[in-house]
């Protein structure tokens, strides 16, 4: 028996099976579904195709913003290493001559090569602020083989600019990608107060020296100034801050030695706290003194010593004024002894050892100046150095940690006078020393006006804005151009002028302080 077929007639009646008409119809969806992922790959390879050039460009970017990183701590390091060990205290300070000029390298990439190059400029004054006309007018002048001069003002910041380069990305200018990083790099500054100077008698006629090995027991003697100029160990100083003199080249050992009056004799021995009465120094402006109205003299005794060299002595004082076998005229870096806020003192950072002065211990002076430290320790003429700062909270109110900016009147009591305090004049005065400007402040009657108000600032945190003193009109005082007293000294006059962050606008700042900062880091595109 035969199985009977199903057929349907078409438009003509004709009949067609139902496994023909499915075969067709999946044969077209494989069509149709080919056409669609065509489609769908031709869109993913243009997706992935327009995603080349900026991802190209990204990863230069990003090796190149690495790059210029490199190079800005390259530059970093070979300033920070630009240093030398000093002959006389063996420790360890920066070097001008040394400081790098420019440098370059690269560094390693499965691409093409990453490099940079990095030039670093040298300037005595802030340039993170300044516009390019002002950086190329004042930038101090570098060479690859002598760094910076040793001879002109030390720089004070570094400005490193690092350029990162590598091959250009296809279809996108060579440069784009190309990355500029630019920093500031505030030096520590250490080279203005090295310690340890000259100790001169008066008229620089004499020099204090060692007398053959620096060792416990050694005599002093006077060298001859040619002697000094070679400024060796056994010429150098520091009037520390406990105010003995000591040989500069034992401080940073184990047992410092200091002047010492054994009998009349002037000698080397073992500093001590206990040992006061003959190690203990202070200068009156013209002696160093010790307790017994004992004075150091400056040249011969009476008897010279057979070999002729003069040997260092202890005496009593003399009542001669300004003479050249009793009277000193250290070197500011030999040190400002224990001077400072809790004396009343203003200790100059840029002449350090030296401190604001009323001149010639006249009240009545059309100038006012900065030399050498005086110490009460053995000396009741010192008024002329020692101010009163007086506030709203009363006098005596010295900056502290807590409070480091304080604003009042600063005044001094002359002997046998009344209060008189720092103004700025606003007029011209002329003496025999010279004329002197409305910049030059000096003392006035008391009076409370604005233009006798100056404020204070000790150690607010950053070097920068620490350590001045400034007039009513924002002004920062300073030591200046020198003046000629009669006595023959050629003395820092005090000034008032814009602000500049200089070591001559500095008061009471610690010998060795300027930190090291990096600040005002800037990264740009070279191109886009």
Same mark, same amino acid.
């Given at each position: 028996?035969?199985?009977?077929?199903t057929?349907?007639?078409?438009p003509h009646?004709?009949?067609t099976?139902?496994?023909?008409?499915?075969?067709?119809?999946?044969?077209l969806?494989?069509?149709?579904?080919?056409?669609?992922?065509?489609?769908l790959?031709l869109?993913?390879?243009?997706?992935v195709?327009?995603?080349?050039k900026?991802?190209?460009?990204?990863?230069?970017?990003? %090796? /190149?913003i690495?790059?210029?990183?490199?190079?800005?701590? *390259? &530059?970093l390091?070979?300033?920070r =290493?630009? @240093?030398r060990?000093?002959?006389?205290?063996?420790?360890?300070?920066?070097?001008?001559?040394?400081?790098?000029c420019?440098?370059?390298?690269?560094?390693?990439?499965r691409?093409?090569?990453?490099a940079?190059?990095?030039?670093?400029?040298?300037?005595?004054s802030d340039?993170?602020q300044?516009p390019?006309?002002?950086l190329?007018?004042?930038?101090?002048?570098?060479s690859a083989?002598?760094g910076?001069?040793?001879?002109?003002?030390?720089p004070?910041?570094?400005?490193?600019t690092s350029?990162?380069?590598?091959?250009g990305?296809?279809?996108?200018?060579d440069?784009?990608?190309?990355?500029l990083l630019?920093?500031?790099?505030?030096?520590?500054?250490t080279s203005l107060?090295?310690?340890?100077g000259?100790f001169w008698?008066?008229?620089?006629?004499?020099?204090?020296?060692v007398? %053959? /090995?620096?060792?416990?027991?050694?005599?002093?003697?006077? *060298? &001859?100034?040619?002697a000094?100029? =070679?400024? @060796?160990?056994?010429?150098?100083?520091v009037?520390d801050?406990?105010?003995k003199?000591?040989?500069?080249?034992?401080?940073?050992?184990?047992?410092?030695l200091?002047v010492t009056?054994v009998?009349?004799?002037?000698?080397?021995?073992?500093?001590?706290?206990?040992?006061?009465?003959?190690?203990?120094?202070?200068?009156?402006?013209q002696?160093f003194?010790?307790?017994g109205?004992?004075?150091?003299w400056?040249?011969?005794?009476?008897?010279?010593?057979?070999?002729?060299?003069?040997?260092?002595?202890v005496?009593?004082?003399?009542?001669?004024?300004?003479?050249?076998?009793?009277?000193?005229?250290?070197e500011?870096?030999v040190?400002?002894?224990?001077?400072?806020?809790?004396s009343?003192?203003?200790?100059?950072?840029?002449?350090?050892g030296s401190?604001?002065?009323?001149?010639?211990e006249?009240?009545w002076?059309?100038?006012?100046g900065?030399a050498?430290?005086?110490?009460?320790?053995?000396?009741?003429n010192?008024y002329?150095?020692?101010?009163?700062?007086?506030?709203?909270?009363g006098?005596?109110?010295w900056?502290?940690?807590?409070?480091p900016?304080?604003?009042?009147?600063?005044?001094i009591?002359?002997?046998?006078?009344n209060?008189r305090?720092?103004s700025?004049?606003e007029?011209t005065?002329?003496?025999?020393?010279g004329?002197?400007s409305?910049d030059?402040?000096?003392?006035?009657?008391?009076?409370?006006?604005?233009?006798?108000?100056?404020?204070?600032i000790?150690?607010?945190g950053?070097?920068?804005?620490s350590?001045?003193?400034?007039?009513?009109?924002?002004r920062c005082?300073?030591s200046g151009?020198?003046?000629?007293p009669?006595?023959?000294?050629?003395?820092?006059t005090v000034?008032?002028a814009?602000?500049?962050?200089?070591?001559?606008?500095?008061w009471?700042?610690?010998?060795?302080?300027?930190?090291?900062?990096?600040?005002h880091v800037?990264?740009?595109p070279?191109?886009?």
């Open positions: 028996m035969s199985t009977p077929q057929t349907r007639s078409g009646g004709a009949g099976t139902d496994g023909a008409d499915d075969a067709g119809i999946a044969l969806s494989v069509i149709m579904l080919v056409l669609v992922v065509a489609t790959s869109l993913a390879v243009g997706a195709m327009a995603q080349v900026p991802l190209s460009y990204t990863t230069k970017t990003a %090796g /190149t690495a790059a210029a990183e490199s190079g800005s701590q *390259a &530059a390091a070979a300033v =290493a630009a @240093t060990v000093d002959g006389v205290d063996g420790k360890t300070y920066g070097d001008t001559t040394r400081l790098p420019q440098l370059a390298g690269t560094l390693p990439s691409g093409p090569v990453l940079y190059a990095v030039t670093v400029d040298y300037y005595t340039p993170s300044q390019a006309s002002w190329a007018a004042n930038h101090l002048t570098c083989s002598s910076v001069s040793a001879t002109g003002d030390a004070k910041y570094a400005l490193i350029t990162a380069t590598q091959d990305v296809v279809g996108i200018a440069t784009s990608g190309n990355r630019r920093a500031t790099y505030a030096l520590q500054t107060n090295i310690p340890g000259l008698s008066y008229g620089k006629k004499t020099c204090l020296q007398r %053959g /090995t620096a060792v416990e027991g050694a005599a002093l003697q006077y *060298a &001859a100034p040619s000094c100029q =070679a400024r @060796t160990a056994d010429l150098m100083w009037h801050t406990d105010n003199l000591k040989l500069a080249s034992t401080l940073s050992a184990s047992s410092q200091c009056a009998g009349s004799a002037a000698q080397l021995e073992q500093c001590a706290p206990a040992r006061t009465d003959d190690q203990v120094l202070s200068y009156t402006g002696t003194s010790m307790k109205a004992r004075c150091l400056s040249e011969r005794r009476a008897t010279p010593s057979t070999d002729g060299i003069d040997v260092a002595h005496s009593r004082c003399s009542s001669n004024d300004y003479t050249d076998w009793w009277s000193w005229s250290p500011p870096a040190g400002a002894g224990d001077s400072g806020y809790a009343g003192q203003f200790v100059n950072y840029k002449y350090f401190c604001f002065e009323i001149t010639r006249d009240p002076a059309n100038v006012e900065v050498p430290c005086k110490h009460a320790g053995a000396s009741t010192t002329n150095q020692v101010w009163t700062l007086t506030t709203s909270a006098a005596g109110d900056p502290t940690a807590d409070q900016v304080k604003s009042g009147t600063l005044s009591k002359a002997n046998n006078h209060q305090c720092l700025r004049l007029t005065r002329s003496d025999d020393m004329t002197w409305p030059y402040p000096a003392l006035a009657d008391c009076n409370g006006t604005p233009q006798q108000r100056f404020t204070v000790g150690y607010t950053d070097y920068y804005t350590y001045l003193i400034k007039d009513d009109l924002g005082l300073g151009p020198v003046y000629h009669a006595q023959g000294f050629d003395y820092p000034i008032a814009a602000c500049t962050g200089g070591p001559e606008q500095r009471n700042a610690p010998a060795n302080l300027v930190p090291g900062d990096v600040n800037l990264e740009t070279v191109t886009r």
